[in-house]
């Protein structure tokens, strides 16, 4: 009788149970891209409904309203995966005396889901025991289900926490003008369709600041509401300040208006705060002062602030004035000088170009006719410069620019697409641009390793040292000099000549050596290479920069610069002391 007990409890245990469901979803072939429209009615509360069209979400109840899109699809693809942890069939919700009041079903919270082809009802009821699990009911289907808590905090529990915090979503918006009025200026942008840049339109025609434009209009997108204060179309305007608004922000394409954006002031509480409302919505509400800060600017705030913006590369440099000459580029980082052979320096040529896009306007002169170009030194501009850029078969002028005469610091420039403006620019950039076409000289003129070095030579009226190099840090001096050398120091030193380049090309000419402090007692450094040659730079005066001023023959001329001050600086305390300054 044991044995047989036992094996009708092993059968019983192994066979009679049922296996344990899989999980079912709550929903079987519910998808959340396909619903329509959502109504969640809260027992006691208002009903709020969001409608899906045309891409986007609006609420429709209590009030019509832009709905806040991620809320609402996160809820649906919740629901999409969400699994009941428990079922309980028709069979045990019967046996419930007062079912609707056990599972918390007798007040009636309803969330609706539609599509183009069905419509599906939950019943939220009560929490479980534990309190981490809510009772539900899918109406017309039999049972009561078990499912994760977290599915209430998805649920709006008013109808602010479906609406959308966004003020503007610039990203629906296709708009070419936008129009400002603050309490500074009044002014119109207009987008260019040729460059998609742009441009004042009023009150003046110049040239927008496109990169804080960008900005600005990234700082309204992100602009969130801070509270929603009221929904009365007929609250007081007066009291949030929209009388006399401190900022109107109003997008349109041509003349359709597409948004339209009011500041009002400050809450009596809240400095940081400001009222705003937007044209077509209900709502009053508050929202941070600083994203509005770019846009309370004056108008200056809003033009460009540099000489030339560069959207398409620089292909051809033109300068007309005392010296006419022109730069054409040879590759990525190299150009020619038209119709010479002199080597040119692309690095020299690049900080030309961006002393062009990056010189700062200073000051602004508007509404200029002929008559005040005297003034401005502009009757006949001292030099003009053009760039240009391959359109087609011919060139494509980006900009030309007329630069007028130095006075009391500022230099003016005005520029051919702008006529009735002239811009004010410091002396450094006046300077830069100024530049002659020998100044843009190859800085780099010589290269030899120090090992190639065989003799170097050190020489002023009445004085001479020579060093000879024996080997690798080995150097040693010749017959007619003497003293203590440091062999790796010496070698440094060379090795810095040999690589030696111009800080800046200041002349060329032997008339040019008094007015750089070469004279009789000028120090003469040779640099005698095992094949024979020869590479010498003579030292003068000083800079106001105390650079030392340095001298050298290429081909026939000679050619002054400003010389790098680690190499002199190595030469004078490794080779020239303790030998007595002249």
């Not at 619903?35 to 045309?54: D, M």
């Not at 289907?141 to 609406?163: I, K, M, T």
């Not at 929202?287 to 540099?306: G, H, I, M, N, T």
């Not at 150009?335 to 602004?364: K, N, Q, Y």
């Amino acid at each position: 009788m044991a044995a047989l007990l036992f094996a009708a409890v092993f059968a019983v245990d192994k066979y009679g149970r049922k296996p344990a469901p899989g999980l079912v979803a709550l929903l079987p072939n519910f998808k959340a891209a396909a619903v329509t429209s959502v109504q969640f009615a809260p027992a006691g509360r208002l009903e709020i409904r969001a409608e899906h069209t045309n891409g986007t979400w609006r609420l429709v109840k209590p009030i019509l309203y832009p709905a806040q899109a991620a809320s609402i699809e996160a809820l649906l693809l919740a629901l999409q995966q969400l699994a009941p942890a428990h079922t309980i069939s028709s069979e045990e919700v019967r046996q419930h005396k007062n079912a609707d009041a056990d599972f918390g079903f007798v007040a009636r919270t309803t969330l609706t889901l539609n599509s183009e082809d069905q419509s599906r009802q939950l019943l939220i009821g009560a929490l479980t025991a534990p309190g981490d699990q809510i009772y539900v009911q899918v109406i017309g289907v039999e049972g009561v289900f078990v499912v994760d808590a977290r599915l209430l905090q998805l649920l709006p529990g008013q109808p602010e926490d479906w609406r959308d915090t966004g003020l503007v979503d610039l990203r629906t918006l296709v708009f070419d003008r936008i129009v400002v009025s603050n309490a500074t200026a009044a002014l119109q942008l207009q987008r260019e369709g040729s460059n998609g840049l742009w441009r004042l339109a009023y009150p003046i025609q110049a040239r927008a600041d496109n990169q804080r434009l960008l900005e600005s209009l990234q700082k309204l997108h992100a602009t969130r509401v801070t509270r929603f204060v009221t929904d009365d179309p007929r609250s007081d305007a007066e009291s949030f300040g929209f009388q006399s608004p401190e900022l109107e922000i109003t997008l349109a394409q041509g003349t359709n208006l597409l948004a339209a954006l009011q500041f009002g002031k400050s809450p009596t509480n809240d400095s940081t705060l400001v009222y705003a409302r937007r044209a077509g919505l209900p709502a009053v509400v508050t929202v941070e002062r600083q994203s509005l800060e770019p846009w309370l600017a004056p108008l200056s705030q809003f033009r460009d602030p540099r000489l030339v913006s560069v959207t398409r590369p620089v292909e051809e440099i033109e300068v007309q004035g005392a010296e006419n000459f022109a730069f054409q580029r040879a590759s990525s980082n190299s150009w020619r000088l038209v119709g010479s052979d002199l080597p040119i320096d692309g690095g020299l040529v690049g900080e030309f170009l961006f002393a062009l896009v990056t010189a700062p306007i200073m000051e602004f002169k508007d509404s200029i006719t002929e008559a005040d170009l005297p003034k401005y030194g502009l009757t006949t501009p001292s030099r003009q410069i053009k760039l240009r850029t391959p359109n087609g078969a011919t060139n494509s002028t980006l900009a030309e620019i007329s630069l007028g005469d130095m006075k009391e610091g500022v230099a003016y420039v005005r520029r051919a697409d702008e006529q009735n403006s002239v811009y004010a620019i410091g002396s450094a950039d006046y300077a830069r641009l100024m530049m002659v076409p020998w100044q843009f000289r190859e800085r780099k003129f010589w290269a030899f390793p120090e090992t190639n070095v065989a003799r170097l030579t050190l020489q002023r009226a009445g004085w001479k040292k020579e060093v000879n190099r024996r080997g690798v840090n080995s150097w040693a001096f010749g017959q007619s000099s003497q003293g203590i050398l440091n062999g790796a120091a010496v070698e440094e030193t060379v090795h810095r000549f040999g690589e030696l380049a111009a800080l800046g090309w200041i002349g060329q000419g032997e008339d040019k050596r008094a007015g750089f402090g070469f004279g009789t007692n000028t120090l003469t450094v040779t640099f005698e290479l095992k094949d024979g040659t020869k590479h010498a730079v003579e030292f003068g005066g000083e800079s106001v920069d105390h650079y030392p001023y340095a001298a050298v023959k290429l081909g026939e001329q000679t050619w002054f610069f400003e010389c790098p001050l680690a190499p002199f600086k190595f030469l004078e305390f490794y080779l020239l002391k303790p030998d007595p300054a002249p």
